[in-house]
Protein backbone atom coordinates (compact mmCIF):
# COMPACT_ATOMS: atom_id res chain seq x y z
CA UNK A 1 0.00 0.00 0.00
CA UNK A 2 1.26 3.47 -0.94
CA UNK A 3 0.66 6.45 1.45
CA UNK A 4 1.25 10.19 -0.10
CA UNK A 5 4.04 11.99 1.93
CA UNK A 6 2.34 15.56 3.44
CA UNK A 7 4.08 18.34 5.34
CA UNK A 8 5.23 18.37 8.64
CA UNK A 9 3.26 20.83 9.63
CA UNK A 10 0.53 18.94 10.95
CA UNK A 11 2.80 16.62 13.23
CA UNK A 12 3.79 19.54 14.87
CA UNK A 13 0.42 21.13 15.69
CA UNK A 14 0.10 17.63 17.21
CA UNK A 15 3.31 17.92 19.11
CA UNK A 16 1.72 21.19 20.86
CA UNK A 17 -1.94 20.44 21.27
CA UNK A 18 -0.04 17.54 23.34
CA UNK A 19 2.76 19.31 25.32
CA UNK A 20 -0.71 22.29 26.23
CA UNK A 21 -2.44 18.51 27.60
CA UNK A 22 0.86 17.36 29.52
CA UNK A 23 1.10 14.16 27.99
CA UNK A 24 4.38 12.27 27.55
CA UNK A 25 4.78 10.00 25.41
CA UNK A 26 7.53 7.23 24.41
CA UNK A 27 9.00 6.86 21.09
CA UNK A 28 6.48 3.90 19.80
CA UNK A 29 3.68 6.58 20.85
CA UNK A 30 5.50 9.28 18.97
CA UNK A 31 6.25 7.43 15.69
CA UNK A 32 2.46 6.29 15.71
CA UNK A 33 1.35 9.65 16.22
CA UNK A 34 3.81 11.17 13.55
CA UNK A 35 2.77 8.60 11.20
CA UNK A 36 -1.00 9.71 11.38
CA UNK A 37 -0.54 13.32 11.61
CA UNK A 38 1.48 12.76 8.41
CA UNK A 39 -1.65 10.83 6.41
CA UNK A 40 -4.58 12.98 8.36
CA UNK A 41 -2.64 16.21 6.63
CA UNK A 42 -3.76 19.01 8.72
CA UNK A 43 -4.75 20.08 12.18
CA UNK A 44 -8.88 20.92 11.75
CA UNK A 45 -8.83 17.10 10.96
CA UNK A 46 -6.45 16.00 13.45
CA UNK A 47 -7.94 17.47 16.37
CA UNK A 48 -11.24 15.76 15.85
CA UNK A 49 -10.13 11.86 14.87
CA UNK A 50 -7.08 11.67 17.19
CA UNK A 51 -7.88 11.20 21.17
CA UNK A 52 -5.02 10.60 23.25
CA UNK A 53 -4.97 10.47 26.82
CA UNK A 54 -5.22 13.40 28.79
CA UNK A 55 -6.80 15.19 25.80
CA UNK A 56 -10.23 16.93 27.41
CA UNK A 57 -12.47 14.86 25.25
CA UNK A 58 -10.11 11.52 25.92
CA UNK A 59 -12.26 10.33 28.76
CA UNK A 60 -15.71 11.31 27.33
CA UNK A 61 -15.11 9.36 23.94
CA UNK A 62 -13.87 6.54 25.47
CA UNK A 63 -16.64 6.19 27.63
CA UNK A 64 -19.58 7.43 25.22
CA UNK A 65 -19.39 3.78 23.95
CA UNK A 66 -19.05 1.45 27.25
CA UNK A 67 -21.81 -0.75 27.55
CA UNK A 68 -20.18 -2.64 30.42
CA UNK A 69 -18.68 -0.54 33.56
CA UNK A 70 -17.01 -3.73 34.75
CA UNK A 71 -14.58 -2.51 32.31
CA UNK A 72 -14.47 1.49 33.11
CA UNK A 73 -12.30 1.14 36.54
CA UNK A 74 -9.20 3.47 37.18
CA UNK A 75 -7.08 -0.29 36.42
CA UNK A 76 -8.60 -0.85 33.38
CA UNK A 77 -5.82 -0.93 30.90
CA UNK A 78 -6.37 2.65 28.53
CA UNK A 79 -5.74 2.57 24.89
CA UNK A 80 -2.92 5.27 24.25
CA UNK A 81 -4.87 6.72 21.26
CA UNK A 82 -8.68 6.73 20.67
CA UNK A 83 -9.39 7.32 16.63
CA UNK A 84 -12.28 8.45 15.44
CA UNK A 85 -12.28 7.95 11.72
CA UNK A 86 -14.26 10.48 9.48
CA UNK A 87 -13.63 8.54 6.16
CA UNK A 88 -12.54 5.68 4.87
CA UNK A 89 -8.89 7.00 3.97
CA UNK A 90 -8.68 7.80 8.03
CA UNK A 91 -9.69 4.13 9.38
CA UNK A 92 -6.59 3.12 6.54
CA UNK A 93 -4.35 5.82 8.03
CA UNK A 94 -4.98 3.92 11.28
CA UNK A 95 -4.32 0.70 10.22
CA UNK A 96 -1.02 1.51 8.10
CA UNK A 97 0.63 3.62 11.67
CA UNK A 98 -0.89 0.93 14.35
CA UNK A 99 1.13 -2.32 12.08
CA UNK A 100 4.05 -0.10 11.45
CA UNK A 101 4.09 0.89 15.03
CA UNK A 102 3.15 -1.54 16.64
CA UNK A 103 0.14 -1.14 18.25
CA UNK A 104 -2.58 -3.47 18.60
CA UNK A 105 -5.99 -2.07 17.36
CA UNK A 106 -9.42 -2.14 18.97
CA UNK A 107 -11.85 -1.85 16.44
CA UNK A 108 -15.16 -0.61 17.99
CA UNK A 109 -18.83 -0.20 16.58
CA UNK A 110 -21.00 -0.33 19.07
CA UNK A 111 -19.03 -1.28 22.06
CA UNK A 112 -21.42 -3.88 23.33
CA UNK A 113 -18.72 -6.48 23.71
CA UNK A 114 -19.45 -8.26 27.37
CA UNK A 115 -15.98 -9.15 27.87
CA UNK A 116 -14.60 -5.34 26.52
CA UNK A 117 -12.94 -6.67 23.84
CA UNK A 118 -13.39 -3.46 21.74
CA UNK A 119 -12.02 -1.16 24.36
CA UNK A 120 -9.58 -3.15 26.35
CA UNK A 121 -6.15 -4.61 25.33
CA UNK A 122 -3.45 -5.87 28.26
CA UNK A 123 -0.78 -5.16 25.60
CA UNK A 124 -0.40 -1.50 24.06
CA UNK A 125 -3.32 -0.24 21.63
CA UNK A 126 -5.21 1.70 20.17
CA UNK A 127 -9.07 2.01 19.25
CA UNK A 128 -10.38 2.71 15.86
CA UNK A 129 -13.79 3.43 16.93
CA UNK A 130 -16.40 3.82 14.26
CA UNK A 131 -19.11 6.58 15.94
CA UNK A 132 -18.75 8.46 12.52
CA UNK A 133 -19.56 5.57 10.09
CA UNK A 134 -23.37 5.97 11.41
CA UNK A 135 -24.68 6.32 7.96
CA UNK A 136 -27.56 4.18 6.57
CA UNK A 137 -29.64 4.11 2.94
CA UNK A 138 -32.24 2.17 2.65
CA UNK A 139 -34.00 1.64 -0.45
CA UNK A 140 -37.75 -0.16 -0.11
CA UNK A 141 -37.97 -0.53 -3.55
CA UNK A 142 -35.63 -2.93 -3.85
CA UNK A 143 -35.92 -3.76 -0.20
CA UNK A 144 -31.94 -3.11 0.68
CA UNK A 145 -30.17 -1.31 2.56
CA UNK A 146 -26.60 -0.48 3.63
CA UNK A 147 -25.75 0.45 7.28
CA UNK A 148 -22.23 1.28 7.94
CA UNK A 149 -20.94 -0.81 11.19
CA UNK A 150 -21.04 2.74 13.51
CA UNK A 151 -24.86 2.76 13.31
CA UNK A 152 -26.96 1.79 16.35
CA UNK A 153 -29.51 -1.02 15.83
CA UNK A 154 -32.20 1.21 16.95
CA UNK A 155 -30.82 3.79 14.41
CA UNK A 156 -30.88 1.37 11.99
CA UNK A 157 -35.02 0.30 12.84
CA UNK A 158 -35.35 4.29 13.09
CA UNK A 159 -34.19 4.61 9.52
CA UNK A 160 -35.82 1.33 8.22
CA UNK A 161 -39.22 2.33 10.15
CA UNK A 162 -39.10 6.63 8.38
CA UNK A 163 -39.81 5.13 5.09
CA UNK A 164 -42.50 1.93 5.51
CA UNK A 165 -43.89 0.01 8.22
CA UNK A 166 -44.18 -3.48 6.14
CA UNK A 167 -40.24 -3.85 6.21
CA UNK A 168 -38.00 -4.55 8.89
CA UNK A 169 -34.86 -6.41 9.24
CA UNK A 170 -33.91 -9.29 11.36
CA UNK A 171 -31.10 -8.09 14.16
CA UNK A 172 -31.29 -7.96 18.06
CA UNK A 173 -33.37 -6.47 20.75
CA UNK A 174 -31.30 -4.08 22.34
CA UNK A 175 -31.01 -0.42 20.51
CA UNK A 176 -27.95 0.85 21.60
CA UNK A 177 -25.90 -2.41 20.29
CA UNK A 178 -23.61 -1.86 17.14
CA UNK A 179 -24.16 -2.95 13.36
CA UNK A 180 -20.40 -4.03 13.53
CA UNK A 181 -19.80 -6.20 16.23
CA UNK A 182 -23.44 -7.71 15.88
CA UNK A 183 -23.24 -8.69 12.78
CA UNK A 184 -19.88 -10.16 12.71
CA UNK A 185 -21.14 -12.66 15.62
CA UNK A 186 -24.71 -13.48 14.12
CA UNK A 187 -27.37 -11.59 16.03
CA UNK A 188 -30.59 -12.69 16.50
CA UNK A 189 -33.84 -10.68 17.66
CA UNK A 190 -37.62 -11.19 17.74
CA UNK A 191 -38.14 -12.05 13.49
CA UNK A 192 -35.07 -14.83 13.81
CA UNK A 193 -37.50 -17.50 14.27
CA UNK A 194 -39.40 -16.79 10.64
CA UNK A 195 -36.29 -15.11 8.84
CA UNK A 196 -32.96 -16.16 10.90
CA UNK A 197 -30.17 -13.95 12.33
CA UNK A 198 -29.04 -10.78 10.97
CA UNK A 199 -26.10 -12.70 9.58
CA UNK A 200 -27.96 -14.92 7.46
CA UNK A 201 -29.57 -11.41 6.00
CA UNK A 202 -26.56 -9.46 4.93
CA UNK A 203 -25.52 -9.62 0.92
CA UNK A 204 -22.67 -7.51 0.61
CA UNK A 205 -20.24 -5.46 2.23
CA UNK A 206 -17.17 -3.33 2.46
CA UNK A 207 -14.20 -4.18 4.31
CA UNK A 208 -10.71 -3.60 4.69
CA UNK A 209 -8.30 -6.24 4.94
CA UNK A 210 -4.73 -6.07 6.51
CA UNK A 211 -3.22 -4.86 3.20
CA UNK A 212 -5.23 -1.63 3.24
CA UNK A 213 -7.12 -2.88 0.18
CA UNK A 214 -11.00 -2.00 0.60
CA UNK A 215 -13.30 -5.37 -0.98
CA UNK A 216 -16.20 -5.65 -1.39
CA UNK A 217 -18.19 -9.15 -1.96
CA UNK A 218 -17.21 -9.93 -5.31
CA UNK A 219 -12.73 -8.89 -4.19
CA UNK A 220 -13.14 -10.68 -0.67
CA UNK A 221 -14.12 -13.95 -2.37
CA UNK A 222 -17.39 -16.09 -0.66
CA UNK A 223 -14.83 -17.47 1.83
CA UNK A 224 -14.05 -14.30 3.69
CA UNK A 225 -17.42 -13.11 3.10
CA UNK A 226 -18.52 -16.19 4.71
CA UNK A 227 -15.91 -15.78 7.56
CA UNK A 228 -17.22 -12.48 8.14
CA UNK A 229 -20.87 -12.98 8.84
CA UNK A 230 -20.64 -14.80 11.93
CA UNK A 231 -17.06 -15.91 12.66
CA UNK A 232 -16.50 -12.72 15.49
CA UNK A 233 -15.31 -9.49 15.09
CA UNK A 234 -11.50 -8.20 14.95
CA UNK A 235 -10.62 -11.03 13.01
CA UNK A 236 -10.36 -10.69 9.54
CA UNK A 237 -10.50 -7.05 8.78
CA UNK A 238 -12.50 -3.93 9.55
CA UNK A 239 -15.83 -3.96 8.17
CA UNK A 240 -16.74 -0.67 7.43
CA UNK A 241 -20.81 -1.13 6.22
CA UNK A 242 -22.74 -4.09 5.49
CA UNK A 243 -25.82 -4.80 2.74
CA UNK A 244 -28.86 -6.02 4.03
CA UNK A 245 -31.56 -7.18 2.86
CA UNK A 246 -34.94 -6.23 4.44
CA UNK A 247 -37.72 -8.42 4.85
CA UNK A 248 -41.29 -8.14 5.43
CA UNK A 249 -43.86 -7.62 8.07
CA UNK A 250 -47.15 -6.69 8.46
CA UNK A 251 -48.73 -3.28 9.49
CA UNK A 252 -49.74 -5.08 12.86
CA UNK A 253 -48.09 -7.37 14.53
CA UNK A 254 -49.13 -8.24 18.31
CA UNK A 255 -46.95 -8.44 21.28
CA UNK A 256 -47.45 -9.64 24.76
CA UNK A 257 -46.28 -10.65 28.33
CA UNK A 258 -47.51 -13.20 30.67
CA UNK A 259 -45.55 -13.47 34.20
CA UNK A 260 -45.61 -16.53 36.56
CA UNK A 261 -43.50 -16.61 39.84
CA UNK A 262 -42.94 -20.13 41.57
CA UNK A 263 -46.34 -19.67 43.55
CA UNK A 264 -47.49 -19.58 40.31
CA UNK A 265 -46.88 -22.66 38.76
CA UNK A 266 -43.51 -20.86 36.94
CA UNK A 267 -41.57 -24.15 37.28
CA UNK A 268 -44.14 -26.35 35.52
CA UNK A 269 -45.28 -23.90 33.29
CA UNK A 270 -41.61 -23.33 32.09
CA UNK A 271 -41.10 -26.83 31.30
CA UNK A 272 -44.01 -27.46 29.80
CA UNK A 273 -43.30 -24.79 27.57
CA UNK A 274 -39.52 -26.40 26.54
CA UNK A 275 -41.96 -29.29 24.67
CA UNK A 276 -44.23 -26.53 22.85
CA UNK A 277 -42.60 -23.43 21.95
CA UNK A 278 -39.84 -24.48 19.43
CA UNK A 279 -42.69 -26.72 17.25
CA UNK A 280 -44.84 -23.22 16.85
CA UNK A 281 -44.89 -21.28 13.61
CA UNK A 282 -42.11 -19.39 12.72
CA UNK A 283 -44.49 -16.36 13.26
CA UNK A 284 -44.30 -16.35 16.56
CA UNK A 285 -41.66 -15.54 18.87
CA UNK A 286 -41.09 -16.28 22.10
CA UNK A 287 -38.81 -15.45 25.03
CA UNK A 288 -38.67 -16.27 28.71
CA UNK A 289 -36.77 -14.27 31.38
CA UNK A 290 -36.23 -15.54 34.72
CA UNK A 291 -35.55 -12.81 37.53
CA UNK A 292 -35.86 -12.38 40.97
CA UNK A 293 -39.07 -10.51 42.26
CA UNK A 294 -40.69 -9.16 45.07
CA UNK A 295 -43.37 -11.95 46.47
CA UNK A 296 -46.87 -10.97 47.67
CA UNK A 297 -45.89 -11.73 51.18
CA UNK A 298 -44.30 -8.00 52.51
CA UNK A 299 -40.56 -8.44 52.73
CA UNK A 300 -40.38 -11.57 50.73
CA UNK A 301 -38.83 -12.48 47.22
CA UNK A 302 -39.51 -15.02 44.70
CA UNK A 303 -38.59 -16.32 40.83
CA UNK A 304 -40.50 -15.00 38.18
CA UNK A 305 -40.75 -16.81 34.70
CA UNK A 306 -41.71 -13.88 32.42
CA UNK A 307 -43.11 -15.05 28.91
CA UNK A 308 -43.11 -12.33 26.45
CA UNK A 309 -43.70 -12.83 22.56
CA UNK A 310 -44.72 -11.53 19.31
CA UNK A 311 -46.96 -12.65 16.65
CA UNK A 312 -46.52 -11.71 12.77
CA UNK A 313 -50.44 -11.13 13.25
CA UNK A 314 -53.29 -10.08 15.05
CA UNK A 315 -54.31 -10.50 18.48
CA UNK A 316 -56.91 -13.08 17.87
CA UNK A 317 -54.93 -15.18 15.81
CA UNK A 318 -52.31 -15.19 18.86
CA UNK A 319 -55.05 -15.73 21.45
CA UNK A 320 -56.66 -18.91 18.88
CA UNK A 321 -53.27 -20.36 18.78
CA UNK A 322 -51.33 -19.87 22.32
CA UNK A 323 -54.96 -21.68 23.36
CA UNK A 324 -54.75 -24.32 21.27
CA UNK A 325 -51.03 -25.27 21.78
CA UNK A 326 -50.19 -23.51 25.12
CA UNK A 327 -53.09 -23.21 27.00
CA UNK A 328 -51.01 -23.37 30.68
CA UNK A 329 -49.79 -19.81 29.64
CA UNK A 330 -53.26 -18.55 30.45
CA UNK A 331 -52.77 -16.26 28.13
CA UNK A 332 -55.81 -13.63 27.76
CA UNK A 333 -56.65 -10.24 25.61
CA UNK A 334 -55.44 -8.20 28.39
CA UNK A 335 -51.37 -9.45 28.13
CA UNK A 336 -51.54 -8.45 24.44
CA UNK A 337 -51.10 -5.49 22.26
CA UNK A 338 -51.55 -4.79 18.94
CA UNK A 339 -48.85 -2.40 17.58
CA UNK A 340 -46.37 -1.55 14.64
CA UNK A 341 -43.20 -3.56 14.33
CA UNK A 342 -41.37 -0.43 15.14
CA UNK A 343 -43.24 0.04 18.27
CA UNK A 344 -42.43 -3.62 19.59
CA UNK A 345 -38.82 -2.62 19.08
CA UNK A 346 -39.73 -0.14 21.97
CA UNK A 347 -41.25 -3.06 23.73
CA UNK A 348 -38.89 -5.18 23.50
CA UNK A 349 -36.03 -2.86 24.30
CA UNK A 350 -37.21 -2.12 27.41
CA UNK A 351 -38.06 1.69 26.16
CA UNK A 352 -41.21 3.49 26.62
CA UNK A 353 -43.98 3.40 24.12
CA UNK A 354 -43.58 6.98 22.88
CA UNK A 355 -41.79 8.63 20.17
CA UNK A 356 -39.21 6.68 18.27
CA UNK A 357 -36.93 9.03 18.32
CA UNK A 358 -36.26 7.66 21.70
CA UNK A 359 -34.64 4.76 19.30
CA UNK A 360 -31.73 7.55 18.62
CA UNK A 361 -31.10 7.85 22.32
CA UNK A 362 -27.53 6.06 23.25
CA UNK A 363 -28.18 6.85 26.97
CA UNK A 364 -31.65 5.80 27.06
CA UNK A 365 -30.93 2.80 29.21
CA UNK A 366 -28.48 3.11 32.54
CA UNK A 367 -25.09 1.42 31.96
CA UNK A 368 -24.32 -1.56 34.64
CA UNK A 369 -21.68 -3.88 35.12
CA UNK A 370 -22.11 -7.21 33.93
CA UNK A 371 -20.90 -10.89 33.29
CA UNK A 372 -22.75 -13.68 30.73
CA UNK A 373 -22.65 -16.51 29.88
CA UNK A 374 -24.51 -19.16 27.48
CA UNK A 375 -25.35 -22.57 26.61
CA UNK A 376 -27.52 -24.04 24.10
CA UNK A 377 -30.53 -26.72 25.19
CA UNK A 378 -31.57 -29.35 22.92
CA UNK A 379 -33.44 -31.63 25.94
CA UNK A 380 -36.28 -30.70 27.46
CA UNK A 381 -34.28 -30.13 31.23
CA UNK A 382 -36.38 -31.95 33.92
CA UNK A 383 -38.87 -30.00 36.54
CA UNK A 384 -36.85 -31.10 39.08
CA UNK A 385 -33.50 -29.43 37.09
CA UNK A 386 -35.75 -25.93 36.59
CA UNK A 387 -36.43 -26.09 40.53
CA UNK A 388 -32.82 -25.96 40.89
CA UNK A 389 -32.15 -23.35 38.55
CA UNK A 390 -35.22 -21.00 40.18
CA UNK A 391 -33.13 -21.85 43.81
CA UNK A 392 -30.25 -20.20 42.35
CA UNK A 393 -32.41 -16.84 41.51
CA UNK A 394 -33.19 -17.01 44.99
CA UNK A 395 -29.42 -16.27 46.23
CA UNK A 396 -28.38 -12.49 47.30
CA UNK A 397 -25.70 -12.02 43.86
CA UNK A 398 -28.46 -12.73 41.61
CA UNK A 399 -30.66 -9.75 42.81
CA UNK A 400 -29.45 -7.90 39.20
CA UNK A 401 -29.64 -11.50 37.27
CA UNK A 402 -31.55 -12.64 34.06
CA UNK A 403 -32.00 -15.73 32.25
CA UNK A 404 -32.93 -14.99 28.55
CA UNK A 405 -34.30 -18.15 26.66
CA UNK A 406 -35.53 -17.53 23.16
CA UNK A 407 -37.08 -20.30 21.87
CA UNK A 408 -35.64 -21.70 18.76
CA UNK A 409 -37.15 -23.99 15.64
CA UNK A 410 -38.47 -22.11 12.72
CA UNK A 411 -36.33 -21.06 10.06
CA UNK A 412 -33.04 -21.77 12.72
CA UNK A 413 -34.23 -25.56 11.43
CA UNK A 414 -34.23 -25.15 8.02
CA UNK A 415 -30.14 -23.58 7.58
CA UNK A 416 -27.60 -26.15 7.76
CA UNK A 417 -24.71 -25.54 10.35
CA UNK A 418 -22.28 -24.60 7.90
CA UNK A 419 -24.05 -22.21 5.96
CA UNK A 420 -22.23 -19.06 7.91
CA UNK A 421 -19.81 -19.53 11.20
CA UNK A 422 -22.68 -19.38 13.85
CA UNK A 423 -23.43 -23.49 14.28
CA UNK A 424 -26.46 -23.65 16.29
CA UNK A 425 -29.28 -24.22 14.49
CA UNK A 426 -31.51 -27.81 13.68
CA UNK A 427 -31.49 -29.47 17.13
CA UNK A 428 -31.95 -26.53 19.47
CA UNK A 429 -34.76 -26.25 21.65
CA UNK A 430 -33.51 -22.71 22.91
CA UNK A 431 -30.43 -20.59 24.11
CA UNK A 432 -29.72 -19.46 27.40
CA UNK A 433 -27.94 -16.32 28.24
CA UNK A 434 -27.22 -15.45 31.91
CA UNK A 435 -26.39 -12.52 32.99
CA UNK A 436 -25.34 -11.16 36.33
CA UNK A 437 -25.32 -7.31 36.61
CA UNK A 438 -24.22 -5.00 39.25
CA UNK A 439 -23.83 -1.20 39.62
CA UNK A 440 -20.59 0.27 39.07
CA UNK A 441 -19.67 1.32 42.73
CA UNK A 442 -20.16 -2.65 43.72
CA UNK A 443 -17.13 -2.87 41.19
CA UNK A 444 -15.01 -3.90 44.05
CA UNK A 445 -17.47 -6.92 44.85
CA UNK A 446 -17.65 -8.09 41.31
CA UNK A 447 -15.90 -10.99 41.74
CA UNK A 448 -18.97 -12.13 43.98
CA UNK A 449 -21.25 -11.76 41.21
CA UNK A 450 -19.11 -13.37 38.59
CA UNK A 451 -18.04 -16.38 41.02
CA UNK A 452 -22.30 -16.92 40.94
CA UNK A 453 -22.81 -16.75 37.48
CA UNK A 454 -19.71 -19.55 37.28
CA UNK A 455 -21.71 -21.49 39.97
CA UNK A 456 -24.71 -21.24 37.57
CA UNK A 457 -23.37 -22.49 34.26
CA UNK A 458 -21.41 -25.30 36.33
CA UNK A 459 -24.97 -25.88 37.49
CA UNK A 460 -26.52 -26.14 34.40
CA UNK A 461 -23.82 -28.80 32.95
CA UNK A 462 -26.20 -31.93 33.16
CA UNK A 463 -28.95 -30.08 31.20
CA UNK A 464 -27.22 -28.53 28.06
CA UNK A 465 -25.26 -29.48 24.82
CA UNK A 466 -22.20 -31.50 25.65
CA UNK A 467 -18.68 -32.21 23.36
CA UNK A 468 -18.90 -29.50 22.78
CA UNK A 469 -20.74 -27.19 25.18
CA UNK A 470 -21.90 -24.67 22.76
CA UNK A 471 -22.26 -21.37 23.39
CA UNK A 472 -23.28 -17.94 21.23
CA UNK A 473 -19.93 -15.66 20.25
CA UNK A 474 -21.90 -12.38 20.68
CA UNK A 475 -22.27 -12.93 24.30
CA UNK A 476 -18.35 -13.60 24.42
CA UNK A 477 -17.24 -15.19 27.92
CA UNK A 478 -13.51 -15.55 28.41
CA UNK A 479 -13.57 -18.51 31.16
CA UNK A 480 -14.09 -20.55 27.76
CA UNK A 481 -10.50 -20.46 26.90
CA UNK A 482 -8.39 -17.58 25.30
CA UNK A 483 -5.72 -17.12 23.00
CA UNK A 484 -1.84 -16.05 24.35
CA UNK A 485 -2.23 -12.59 24.48
CA UNK A 486 1.59 -11.93 23.36
CA UNK A 487 2.26 -15.46 21.79
CA UNK A 488 1.27 -17.68 18.87
CA UNK A 489 -1.88 -19.47 19.99
CA UNK A 490 -2.12 -22.83 18.17
CA UNK A 491 -5.00 -24.63 16.39
CA UNK A 492 -5.29 -27.14 19.07
CA UNK A 493 -5.57 -24.45 22.41
CA UNK A 494 -7.86 -22.15 20.06
CA UNK A 495 -9.95 -25.08 19.68
CA UNK A 496 -10.66 -25.25 22.84
CA UNK A 497 -13.28 -22.15 22.91
CA UNK A 498 -13.28 -22.41 19.45
CA UNK A 499 -15.30 -25.39 18.58
CA UNK A 500 -17.95 -24.08 21.60
CA UNK A 501 -18.92 -21.00 19.12
CA UNK A 502 -18.43 -22.48 15.78
CA UNK A 503 -18.61 -26.53 16.00
CA UNK A 504 -17.00 -27.55 13.10
CA UNK A 505 -16.86 -24.12 11.22
CA UNK A 506 -13.82 -23.29 13.23
CA UNK A 507 -11.77 -25.65 10.92
CA UNK A 508 -13.13 -23.10 7.85
CA UNK A 509 -12.49 -20.10 9.87
CA UNK A 510 -9.05 -20.86 10.70
CA UNK A 511 -8.12 -21.57 6.98
CA UNK A 512 -9.45 -18.16 6.11
CA UNK A 513 -7.80 -16.49 8.81
CA UNK A 514 -4.30 -18.04 7.68
CA UNK A 515 -5.09 -16.83 4.48
CA UNK A 516 -6.35 -13.08 4.71
CA UNK A 517 -4.35 -12.42 7.98
CA UNK A 518 -1.20 -14.88 8.27
CA UNK A 519 0.75 -12.86 10.60
CA UNK A 520 -2.38 -12.47 12.84
CA UNK A 521 -2.38 -8.41 13.08
CA UNK A 522 -6.06 -8.17 13.51
CA UNK A 523 -6.44 -10.45 17.16
CA UNK A 524 -8.12 -10.09 20.75
CA UNK A 525 -8.47 -12.94 23.54
CA UNK A 526 -10.81 -14.93 21.01
CA UNK A 527 -10.13 -14.10 17.63
CA UNK A 528 -9.56 -17.04 15.22
CA UNK A 529 -5.29 -17.67 15.19
CA UNK A 530 -3.83 -18.84 11.39
CA UNK A 531 -1.86 -21.37 11.66
CA UNK A 532 1.61 -21.29 11.64
CA UNK A 533 1.65 -17.61 12.97
CA UNK A 534 4.80 -16.11 14.57
P1 LIG B 1 -18.34 -3.81 19.92
O1 LIG B 1 -18.08 -2.55 19.25
O2 LIG B 1 -17.89 -3.96 21.34
O3 LIG B 1 -17.76 -4.98 19.03
C1 LIG B 1 -17.84 -6.35 19.38
C2 LIG B 1 -16.69 -7.11 18.73
O4 LIG B 1 -16.70 -6.91 17.31
C3 LIG B 1 -15.32 -6.63 19.19
O5 LIG B 1 -14.41 -7.70 19.15
C4 LIG B 1 -14.95 -5.60 18.14
O6 LIG B 1 -13.55 -5.36 18.07
C5 LIG B 1 -15.51 -6.22 16.89
N1 LIG B 1 -15.93 -5.23 15.89
C6 LIG B 1 -16.75 -4.17 16.11
N2 LIG B 1 -16.94 -3.49 14.98
C7 LIG B 1 -16.24 -4.12 14.02
C8 LIG B 1 -16.05 -3.87 12.65
N3 LIG B 1 -16.62 -2.82 12.06
N4 LIG B 1 -15.24 -4.69 11.93
C9 LIG B 1 -14.64 -5.76 12.53
N5 LIG B 1 -14.80 -6.05 13.85
C10 LIG B 1 -15.59 -5.24 14.59
N6 LIG B 1 -26.96 -10.11 20.82
C11 LIG B 1 -27.98 -10.64 20.11
O7 LIG B 1 -27.75 -11.47 19.22
N7 LIG B 1 -29.27 -10.23 20.34
C12 LIG B 1 -29.57 -9.30 21.27
O8 LIG B 1 -30.74 -8.97 21.44
C13 LIG B 1 -28.50 -8.75 22.05
N8 LIG B 1 -28.73 -7.82 23.02
C14 LIG B 1 -27.68 -7.32 23.78
C15 LIG B 1 -27.93 -6.41 24.80
C16 LIG B 1 -26.87 -5.91 25.57
C17 LIG B 1 -27.15 -4.90 26.64
C18 LIG B 1 -25.55 -6.37 25.34
C19 LIG B 1 -24.40 -5.87 26.18
C20 LIG B 1 -25.30 -7.28 24.32
C21 LIG B 1 -26.36 -7.75 23.53
N9 LIG B 1 -26.14 -8.67 22.50
C22 LIG B 1 -27.19 -9.18 21.79
C23 LIG B 1 -24.77 -9.09 22.19
C24 LIG B 1 -24.22 -8.23 21.04
O9 LIG B 1 -24.76 -8.70 19.82
C25 LIG B 1 -22.68 -8.35 20.97
O10 LIG B 1 -22.13 -7.89 22.16
C26 LIG B 1 -22.12 -7.56 19.78
O11 LIG B 1 -20.84 -8.04 19.49
C27 LIG B 1 -22.07 -6.08 20.06
O12 LIG B 1 -21.70 -5.36 18.92
P2 LIG B 1 -21.14 -3.87 19.10
O13 LIG B 1 -20.78 -3.35 17.79
O14 LIG B 1 -22.10 -3.11 19.95
O15 LIG B 1 -19.89 -4.15 20.01
Redesign the pocket.
Same mark, same amino acid.
Given at each position: MKFPQFSMLPFLMVVVMLSLSGTTLSHPHWDFLHCLSLRLANYSTISKVIYVQNNPSYSSVLNA?I??TRFSTPATPKPFAIITPLKTSHVRSTLYCSKKHGFQL?????????EG??FVSEVPFVILD?LNFRAIKVDTKNEVAWVQ?GATLGELYYAIAAKTNTLAFPA $???HT? *?? !? $??F??? *?? !?TLFRKYGLAADNIIDARMIDVNGRILDRKSMGEDVFWAIRGG???TF????AWKIKLVPVPAVVTVFTVNKNLEQNATKIFHRWQYIAHKLPDDLFMNVWITKVNSSQVGMKTVQATFRGMLLGGVDELITLIQDKFPELGLAEENCNEMSWIESVLYFGGLPLQSVDILLDKNALPTLSLKAKSDYVKEPIPESGIEGLMSMFLEEEADNAVAMIPAFGGKMDDIPENELPYPHRAGNLFEATYIVQWTKEENAESGKYISWSRRLYSYMTPYVSKSPREAYV??RDLDIGINNINDYTSYEQASIWGFKYFKNNFKRLVQVKTKVDPMNFFR?EQSIPPLLSP
Amino acid at each position: MKFPQFSMLPFLMVVVMLSLSGTTLSHPHWDFLHCLSLRLANYSTISKVIYVQNNPSYSSVLNASIHNTRFSTPATPKPFAIITPLKTSHVRSTLYCSKKHGFQLRIRSGGHDVEGLSFVSEVPFVILDLLNFRAIKVDTKNEVAWVQSGATLGELYYAIAAKTNTLAFPA $GMCHTV *GA !G $GHFSGG *GY !GTLFRKYGLAADNIIDARMIDVNGRILDRKSMGEDVFWAIRGGGGNTFGIVLAWKIKLVPVPAVVTVFTVNKNLEQNATKIFHRWQYIAHKLPDDLFMNVWITKVNSSQVGMKTVQATFRGMLLGGVDELITLIQDKFPELGLAEENCNEMSWIESVLYFGGLPLQSVDILLDKNALPTLSLKAKSDYVKEPIPESGIEGLMSMFLEEEADNAVAMIPAFGGKMDDIPENELPYPHRAGNLFEATYIVQWTKEENAESGKYISWSRRLYSYMTPYVSKSPREAYVNYRDLDIGINNINDYTSYEQASIWGFKYFKNNFKRLVQVKTKVDPMNFFRNEQSIPPLLSP
